[in-house]
């Protein structure tokens, strides 16, 4: 333990945040019997991220041009079920992927920034490191996610593309956020599977 306090000491207070989130994360998922239940260990991730990541400025960069024209309604049950696929993917790759650790790269940031990308690389034992790195935003003294980055990949631009398209095809958000909650609810009973 020593060893993880003086590391969290070097990290600036964003990566601390990526850190302590990880940490309990991988802590609690590695209970064999804890994630036999997959609703269980989607409501515990939900519960450890959610503090810490701001799904109300998600949802409008996910939704783009379609939040602007969606009613309260609509806007509301987008980031609740937006929120629950964010959970429940990342709850199944945690558990998939219990033997993993974070390197975190040096970060630059002025005493005042409110905003900072945290570079890290996720290893797992055989495998090549895999960049994910995190857009943070300062906010009421707290640093929160807003958008994530896989080997250069946003989540919020791939999510838009995805979500356009099925608006696009389905002919209305509401269609889209309907399928969307079908889906949510059909893969947390089956234990994460979709």
Same mark, same amino acid.
């Given at each position: 333990?020593?060893? *993880?306090?003086?590391?969290?000491?070097?990290?600036?207070?964003?990566?601390?945040?990526?850190?302590?989130?990880?940490?309990?994360? #991988?802590?609690?998922?590695?209970?064999?019997?804890?994630?036999?239940?997959?609703?269980?260990?989607? #409501?515990?991730?939900?519960?450890?991220?959610?503090?810490? *990541?701001?799904?109300?400025?998600?949802?409008?960069?996910?939704?783009?041009?379609?939040?602007? *024209?969606?009613?309260?309604?609509?806007?509301?049950?987008?980031?609740?079920?937006?929120?629950?696929?964010?959970?429940?993917?990342?709850?199944?790759?945690?558990?998939?992927?219990?033997?993993?650790?974070?390197?975190?790269?040096?970060?630059?940031?002025?005493?005042?920034? *409110?905003?900072?990308?945290?570079?890290?690389?996720?290893?797992?034992?055989?495998?090549?490191?895999?960049?994910?790195?995190?857009?943070?935003?300062?906010?009421?003294?707290?640093?929160?996610?807003?958008?994530?980055?896989?080997?250069?990949?946003?989540?919020?631009?791939?999510?838009?593309?995805?979500?356009?398209?099925?608006?696009?095809?389905?002919?209305?958000?509401?269609?889209?956020?309907?399928?969307?909650?079908?889906?949510?609810?059909?893969?947390?009973?089956?234990?994460?599977?979709?």
């Amino acid at each position: 333990m020593p060893a *993880t306090k003086a590391m969290a000491d070097n990290l600036q207070p964003p990566q601390q945040v990526i850190q302590n989130v990880s940490t309990q994360l #991988q802590q609690k998922l590695r209970d064999k019997s804890f994630t036999k239940n997959f609703a269980q260990v989607a #409501q515990y991730v939900h519960n450890v991220i959610d503090p810490h *990541t701001d799904f109300d400025k998600i949802a409008p960069l996910v939704l783009g041009k379609y939040w602007k *024209t969606a009613t309260s309604g609509e806007q509301e049950r987008f980031k609740h079920e937006f929120q629950t696929l964010i959970v429940r993917t990342y709850s199944r790759a945690f558990v998939e992927y219990n033997d993993w650790s974070i390197r975190y790269m040096p970060v630059e940031m002025a005493d005042e920034a *409110t905003k900072v990308i945290v570079k890290t690389e996720v290893l797992q034992p055989g495998r090549q490191p895999v960049d994910v790195n995190y857009r943070m935003f300062l906010s009421k003294g707290e640093w929160k996610v807003y958008d994530i980055m896989i080997d250069g990949v946003s989540l919020v631009t791939n999510y838009r593309s995805s979500f356009s398209e099925e608006i696009q095809k389905k002919g209305s958000l509401s269609a889209v956020i309907d399928a969307l909650a079908k889906r949510n609810i059909e893969a947390l009973a089956a234990k994460g599977s979709s």
